[in-house]
């Protein structure tokens, strides 16, 4: 099983940025998606979310309107479109496959991509 992500840079304030993860070794489409970032000194913070049937999607209040997550089941990836970047935004920013299965929990997680916002 692998996650891997790529796209993290440095950019400016107001840049734009997209994060991709591409997954195999597991039922891709079976997997609901997410991003956690992590900031330097904090914990975890979930960002976004998409559903396996990618009907709905759920964002942290901090990136609603600036930030979309989509999924391409079809090449096994999950993308973070990411506007409007501010300092806050910078962390490493990690890709999360989870499923409920038959009375298991199964989840997996990428290595990270680090994401810099700065002048």
């Known amino acids: 099983v692998q996650l891997v992500e790529s796209g993290g840079d440095l950019v400016q304030p107001g840049g734009s940025l997209r994060l991709s993860c591409a997954a195999s070794?597991?039922?891709?489409?079976?997997?609901?998606m997410s991003w956690v970032r992590q900031a330097p000194g904090k914990g975890p913070e979930w960002v976004s979310s998409?559903?396996?049937?990618?009907?709905?999607?759920y964002y942290t209040d901090s990136v609603k309107g600036r930030f979309t997550i989509s999924k391409d089941d079809a090449k096994n990836t999950v993308n973070l479109q990411m506007n409007s970047l501010k300092a806050e935004d910078t962390a490493v920013y990690y890709c999360?496959?989870?499923?409920?299965?038959?009375?298991?929990?199964?989840?997996?997680w990428g290595q990270g991509t680090q994401v810099t916002v700065s002048p």
């Open positions: 999360h496959a989870d499923q409920y299965y038959s009375g298991s929990y199964l989840d997996y």
């Open positions: 998409i559903n396996n049937g990618k009907i709905s999607t």
């Open positions: 070794g597991f039922t891709f489409g079976s997997y609901d």
